[in-house]
């Protein structure tokens, strides 16, 4: 059967040339562009060219709260006004935009001093992308109840789409804790691992240990035995009825196969 997808038409030439001054201050306003009355119109670009900038710093104000918090308003806006310019949107939909952050974080000189800000980044958008990701029922316990031990060590346990998690070697919990709650606790300087999910309405942010964290990881590509020796490697105490009945109980498993 022939492919229902359907291409995106190509710019034009002139609409090539629009599009790229938004972005691009030194560019001139693009022939062609005029007012009422046939008029130039160079000022009304300008404008409207400033606008989609602030636009676009605002939506990634919007995605990382956290960052605008630690560096400062005015470094931010500065600093998204880069990354605006180097990264313009994939999508129309601005849930989406922001995504190149955390890596454009590494590569920008101003910002080196604070190391862990591109995890923090990472960890804010793992955040944005727990929220939306789609809503899924919760196992029934009795699934994995009615397995026999034989079939246990295959089986395929299917997690929520909203969990992620987030390793560094900075204490990003923390950090990210500290910048947006009301929680002022020393921050440590030992690394941390955090578990994002929304199994209901509300985001929920753990700090698992390092098994838990394997296991789950090994549970998105891995049959439950291969996750639970992965999780005993580096945790040789890793509990697998206790684990499994957490994740049960949050409603962070929503099949069993």
């Known amino acids: ?45 300008d404008v409207y060219r400033n606008n989609v900038i602030v636009s676009l710093t605002e939506a990634l104000a919007s995605a990382y709260p956290v960052i605008k918090t630690i560096v400062g308003a005015e470094f931010f806006d ?15 939909l601005m849930i989406y935009y922001g995504a190149d952050f955390p890596r454009f974080l590494t590569k920008f000189p101003p910002a080196a001093h604070l190391g862990y800000l591109p995890d923090v980044a990472r960890l804010e958008r793992a955040r944005r992308q727990a929220y939306h990701a789609a809503d899924a029922s919760p196992c029934a316990p009795e699934k994995l109840a009615g397995l026999d031990g034989n079939k246990l060590y295959d089986a395929r346990v299917v997690l929520h789409p ?18 947006s709650t009301d929680d002022k606790s020393p921050i440590g300087k030992a690394r941390e691992i955090t578990m994002i999910s929304r199994p209901q309405s509300e985001v929920i942010m753990q700090n698992p240990t390092a098994g838990t964290a ?24 890793f509990d697998l009825s206790s684990n499994l009945t957490q994740l049960l109980s949050a409603g962070l498993i929503t099949d069993i196969k």
């Not at 693009?30 to 009304?44: L, M, N, Q, T, Y």
């Not at 500065?78 to 129309?92: E, T």
């Not at 909203?162 to 910048?179: E, G, K, Q």
Request: proline share 13%; net charge positive.
């Open 214 to 237: 394997m296991f789950i990881e090994s549970l998105m590509r891995d049959p439950l035995g291969v996750a639970m020796d992965k999780a005993k490697g580096v945790q040789p105490d």
């Open 78 to 92: 500065a600093m998204a006004g880069v990354h605006v310019r180097k990264f313009p949107p994939k999508s129309p």
């Open 162 to 179: 909203s969990i992620h998690i987030i390793r560094s070697r900075y204490p990003v919990f923390s950090i990210w804790r500290y910048n």
């Open 1 to 45: 059967m022939p492919s229902s997808t359907v291409k995106p038409k190509r710019l034009n030439p002139m609409q090539t040339e629009f599009a790229k001054g938004l972005l691009n201050p030194d560019l001139p306003t693009p022939e062609g562009v005029i007012g009422p009355g046939g008029r130039a119109a160079g000022k009304r670009y």
